[in-house]
């Protein structure tokens, strides 16, 4: 376990200190502010504009971070086999990925609440209390832990191309989910209507983890709500880490 926790504050250490982590934190920045200014242009209350961009805005700089920063870091320690000098010391390929994961999703929770810190201040600027941009914090730093632990599991494999491409796939897919299990009413043949709401299914639903919209425009959302979202966090992070550990040691170094 101290193995563990070695590996994931080396990775959080390394995550902090990236370039690219740099840019697109200041990217993200610009664009929060950017909000302000579409506030103001776009017919409504302007709060609520800001809010709604300020999210999405959040939402996607921390898939970039953990594609980019976390799993580009496990990538470049294979390639330059520095891998190698980590696992001739008293530590388990498990423990290695299972730090991996964890540095990145630490990082990347820091950051979102940190965003959302900001957002919400630009909020509150505009004469709007909206405490829920927290809750989605909340749920978005479970929605990314699972990323971590997927984008992990493709980066180790050989290709960093297609490891990129899996992980922003699996994640347009994840929110697809619901859309592709309304879709298969409309479909006439029976086998296909059922084959399509059985891979909606079996495919993890990242929408699970939104609930922008009933943050913007202040919906109720029930209390279980929130249990259940835990629940399906720990579920299918356990499966997705469980098989990055898998995947990494199988794999040649």
């Known amino acids: 376990m101290r193995s563990l926790w070695t590996v ?28 302000i200014f579409l506030g103001m242009l776009v017919v ?3 709060a609520k504009v800001i809010a ?28 330059k086999k520095t891998v190698l000098v980590v696992l001739s010391k008293p530590i388990t390929r498990g423990e290695f990925i299972l730090g ?24 509150a600027s505009r004469g709007s209390t909206m405490w829920g941009i927290f809750v989605q914090a909340g749920l978005l730093s479970l929605e990314m832990g699972v990323m971590a632990a997927i984008c992990i599991l493709f980066y180790t494999f050989p290709t960093y191309f297609l490891s990129m491409l899996f992980t922003l796939s699996f994640y347009i897919v994840g929110h697809l989910a619901p859309t592709i299990e309304k879709a298969s009413r409309t479909i006439n043949q029976p086998w ?45 992070f356990f499966i997705f880490a469980s098989l990055a550990v898998f995947s990494f040691e199988k794999r040649e170094v």
């Open 8 to 35: 994931a504050k080396i990775t959080l250490k390394e995550g902090f200190r990236d370039k690219v982590y740099l840019s697109f934190l200041f990217f993200a920045v610009v664009l929060l502010l950017f909000s």
């Open 44 to 46: 409504g209350d302007p």
């Open 52 to 79: 709604d961009f300020g999210l999405a805005t959040i939402s996607l700089f921390s898939l970039l971070m953990v594609i980019f920063v976390g799993g580009g870091s496990l990538m470049k320690e294979i390639q």
């Open 100 to 123: 991996k994961i964890l540095g990145i999703w630490i990082e990347v929770v820091l950051n979102i609440f940190a965003m959302s810190l900001f957002l919400f201040l630009l909020v």
């Open 192 to 236: 296909l209507r059922d084959l399509t709401r059985w891979v909606s299914y079996l495919i993890p639903n990242l929408e699970y983890f939104n609930l922008k919209n009933q943050v913007v425009y202040g919906l109720h959302v029930p209390s279980s709500f929130y249990l259940k979202a835990l629940a399906y966090f720990l579920l299918l």
